[in-house]
């Protein structure tokens, strides 16, 4: 069975702290680039961050040095801790699962978890 199930979202002041996390199949954790995308209303679902199968991370630019994505080959767990969180952050944020390319520009997600909000309040 392949799946992605995100949890961790929730609500926030501006400044605070946020881990959100995706549970992984098996297959889904061994064989594939995984990424968090974000998307807020009325914009296009956008990557964020992903980390490819040996470890390469990616950043986009509105959460680079604010952000870490890592993963728990133990738990078949994929994180995204996120730290200065500000108000544009908000949104719903989707797991994903990419059996090419990794660099973000480059990523065409082939599996999606169903997501999970994130709301930070100023």
């Known amino acids: 069975q392949v799946q992605l199930v995100e949890s961790g979202g929730g609500s926030v002041q501006a400044g605070g702290s946020l881990r959100l996390s995706c549970s992984a199949s098996?297959?889904?954790?061994?064989?594939?680039?995984l990424a968090w995308f974000r998307q807020t209303p009325g914009k296009l679902r956008e990557g964020i961050a992903s980390?490819?199968?040996?470890?390469?991370?990616y950043y986009a630019d509105s959460v680079k040095g604010r952000t870490t994505i890592s993963k728990d080959s133990a738990k078949n767990t994929l994180y995204l801790q996120m730290n200065s969180l500000k108000s544009e952050d908000s949104g719903t944020y989707y797991c994903?699962?990419?059996?090419?390319?990794?660099?973000?520009?480059?990523?065409?997600?082939?599996?999606w978890g169903q997501g999970t909000q994130v709301a930070v309040s100023s």
């Open positions: 098996e297959r889904l954790y061994r064989d594939f680039c």
């Open positions: 980390i490819s199968r040996a470890g390469t991370t």
């Open positions: 994903a699962a990419a059996a090419g390319l990794c660099a973000l520009t480059e990523l065409i997600p082939n599996y």
